[in-house]
């Protein structure tokens, strides 16, 4: 089976622009989530879809950061306008649905760099 | 968030058996304990978990305390490429979230 696919593998952009990160989760996975990894540190729960609906963005800086998952199935986090402290991994992952005890698969990440 | 305790650090020589210790005092009946590790410029990948039972699969065995307030995650043979950082979590299957903490960086020893 296809893991998670994300792009771009890399960005780097200057502070106060603005960035968008791609998701596509195993297929019929129903959950997804994305991650913030920063450096030395361990992942960090940014927002949780369950299909196209949002179960969890509690952690979600919501003056800068916005995610969707329109179709139920790929996923865009954005960020507008990008600060130096958003220098991080940002990972993606999907498991079958929730309440489940599955495992999570985690794509390989999009290594962000403000500058 | 996080809910479990790891050492920061562990070496291991190669071929040689690692027991990888987790602490989570705070377990609930109902939480699931997984393990996942994170090789360098990758995102982390599942090595396996458990409820009350030893578990075995081909990459590890996890053992859990009778009381389950703690676990070990043992690699039988070390190698290189088991070099990584190494996540215990306790999965929170109501939110279905995982809640990672900083893990255990895993040295491997020629």
């Known amino acids: 089976e296809a893991g998670v696919a994300q792009s771009p593998r890399y960005k780097i952009i200057e502070k106060r622009q603005s960035v968008a990160f791609w998701c596509n989760p195993i297929?019929?996975?129903?959950?997804l989530y994305w991650y913030q990894q920063i450096l030395g540190q361990g992942p960090k729960l940014l927002i949780q879809f369950q299909n196209n609906g949002v179960v969890d963005d509690s952690q979600l800086p919501k003056d800068r950061f916005s995610a969707e998952r329109l179709k139920g199935v790929d996923s865009t986090l954005k960020i507008q306008p990008a600060k130096l402290e958003d220098s991080a991994v940002y990972l993606c992952?999907?498991?079958?649905?929730?309440?489940?005890?599955?495992?999570?698969?985690f794509g390989s990440g999009t290594r962000l760099t403000v500058v | 968030d996080a809910k479990t305790t790891q050492p920061n650090s562990m070496e291991s020589n190669e071929e040689e058996p690692v027991h990888l210790p987790c602490n989570h005092s705070?377990?609930?009946?109902?939480?699931?304990i997984h393990w996942y590790r994170q090789l360098p410029s990758q995102g982390p990948e599942y090595v396996i978990h458990?409820?009350?039972s030893n578990v075995n699969n081909r990459m590890a065995s996890l053992a859990i305390a009778e009381d389950r307030k703690s676990s070990t995650l043992i690699l039988h043979r070390a190698t290189l490429r088991d070099a990584a950082v190494y996540y215990c979590?306790?999965?929170?299957?109501?939110?279905?979230?995982?809640?990672f903490g900083t893990g255990t960086s895993l040295t491997v020893i020629p």
């Open positions: 297929s019929g996975h129903a959950t």
């Open positions: 979590i306790l999965r929170d299957v109501g939110s279905n979230q995982f809640y």
């Open positions: 992952a999907s498991s079958p649905w929730e309440g489940t005890n599955y495992g999570y698969t």
């Open positions: 458990g409820l009350t």
């Open positions: 705070t377990i609930s009946g109902t939480d699931y």
